[in-house]
């Protein structure tokens, strides 16, 4: 099971939001860093230090590469399977 912060579940549910519920986020797909930014710009409260890298840490997404960040298959489970819980961490 992986634990998830608050603020890597907020950067992760990224993917699923960009496409919305009808679609929802393929693993494979990329999203530029800048939107990760924005939900941490309108996530007041929330420490959000660490939590990209540790998304990559946690084999949930790979990234960096040209300012981008790309949903494994891992990633793709913890969103639609269940696959993990968030901590209770900030």
């Known amino acids: 099971m ?3 912060s608050k603020a890597e579940e907020i950067l992760l549910m990224q993917f699923h939001e960009q496409k919305g519920d009808r679609t929802g986020a393929k693993a494979g797909e ?9 939900a941490e710009r309108i996530s007041p409260g929330v420490e959000f230090e660490g939590a990209l890298e540790g998304l990559v840490g946690k084999g949930l997404v790979q990234g960096g590469e040209n300012g981008s960040y790309t949903l494994t298959e891992t990633g793709y489970e913890y969103l639609y399977a269940g696959a993990g819980h968030r901590t209770g961490e900030n």
């Open 2 to 4: 992986i634990l998830l």
């Open 30 to 38: 990329a999203l530029p860093e800048d939107v990760f930014r924005e």
